[in-house]
């Protein structure tokens, strides 16, 4: 473990690693995106578009990457996006991702297709997000509701832009699918990688049993490899803004809304009464050809001003990256994968690792681009690439 992550200089090294280390199912569940892939290539190219201008001879010897959101302090500008199924690719994946967001002081959103109780989670990080696919029924939202907020979440992520799922045949190509459906090929990838079968399949299997989608609902939901699974995440396309507008009577904490791409639904958030919004096209992983979320940033910033607080994820894997989304006017930055591939190939050190080489990058940027905090960041640091 110690020479792979003395290997790992920059996120796009954990990718390589985690290719090496996981069966290709999981890599290639992880790694996809919808049909061709557009929408995840453009959140990458979309960094290209736009040059950081430095300014020189500006005391930058006291730089700080704090930053405040929803009234808590958070150490690092960055934090790790909800991703589920991560206890597939590492052991106790959703928890080694929260105990390392909570020693380094950055927030961690837990996804609601996690394999792990949200109760046990967020025991390892108190002031964790839970993001919910919340079903499409009054009483199943009420119920999952009040579960979130026993179990001590002060901030719920509603995603908006999963109504069906989208087309991901590059989990059939890669011999993925949900429900984990047991052939030939996953025991040879299995026995081909054996650090991941002992060291996470296996040992979870001994020590949990059979991985179950804990959060999706109020109560346990079904075994990963069963074909209850699909059903329970089906039933969201008549999701509206009424639906919305329930879940902010009922949930008293912070409520965010991801998978915004445009801004009239930006403000309709608002309206609503949203605290925050994501821009995000899901990875690229529901529509694509989507824009990419860095390109709709600050039109949303615009459109909603100062009443909302207006985070993004999407492509991002180097300090200069998160920079240019501050500088658009994102208050918060969210990474997925970088973090899952962390994960899986060293644990909670890989996590808190891959969170620190992006750390010490985002403070190096600092001093180069001559800023000491990231508020002074807007537009004017920015030209056209």
Not at 261 to 279: C, F, K, P, S, T
Not at 331 to 344: T, W
């Amino acid at each position: 473990m110690t020479r792979t992550l003395a290997a790992c200089l920059s996120l796009d090294d954990f990718e390589a690693a985690a290719r090496r280390h996981l069966p290709a199912p999981l890599f290639g569940f992880v790694a996809g995106a919808a049909e061709t892939g557009t929408s995840a290539d453009a959140n990458r190219r979309a960094f290209a578009r736009h040059a950081l201008v430095p300014r020189v001879l500006r005391d930058v010897s006291s730089r700080r990457t704090g930053v405040t959101l929803f009234g808590h302090s958070h150490a690092l500008p960055f934090g790790i996006a909800p991703m589920g199924i991560s206890a597939l690719t590492a052991y106790l994946g959703d928890v080694v991702q929260a105990r390392a967001a909570a020693a380094l002081g950055m927030p961690m959103i837990l996804s609601g297709s996690s394999l792990i109780r949200m109760e046990t989670v967020i025991a390892h990080h108190p002031q964790a997000w839970f993001q919910a696919y919340v079903p499409g029924d009054a009483v199943r939202i009420e119920a999952l509701l009040d579960r979130v907020g026993q179990a001590g979440f002060g901030t719920l992520v509603v995603t908006a832009d999963v109504p069906i799922s989208g087309n991901r045949e590059n989990n059939v190509r890669c011999g993925f699918s949900t429900p984990l459906r047991p052939s030939w090929q996953l025991a040879w990838q299995g026995a081909m990688h054996p650090h991941w079968l002992c060291g996470t399949a296996l040992r979870t299997l001994a020590r949990h049993g059979m991985p179950h989608f804990e959060n999706a609902l109020a109560t346990r939901g079904a075994p990963i490899l069963s074909r209850r699974a699909v059903r329970e995440f089906d039933g969201r396309d008549n999701l509206g803004w009424t639906h919305l507008a329930l879940i902010r009577r009922r949930w008293p904490g912070k409520l965010v809304v991801k998978g915004i791409l445009h801004a009239d639904d930006a403000r309709l958030a608002r309206e609503a009464g949203a605290d925050g919004v994501i821009v995000s096209n899901h990875g690229g992983r529901q529509l694509d050809h989507a824009p990419a979320a860095l390109d709709r940033l600050p039109g949303i910033v615009q459109a909603v001003g100062a009443d909302l607080a207006v985070m993004v994820d999407g492509g991002f894997r180097r300090g200069t990256d998160v920079l240019k989304a501050y500088a658009l006017g994102a208050r918060m930055v969210f990474l997925g994968r970088p973090f899952n591939y962390a994960a899986s190939v060293a644990g909670e050190a890989g996590v808190r690792h891959a969170a620190t080489l992006l750390a010490q990058e985002v403070a190096r940027d600092m001093a180069l681009l001559g800023i000491a905090q990231l508020d002074e960041l807007d537009p004017s640091w920015l030209a056209p690439a």
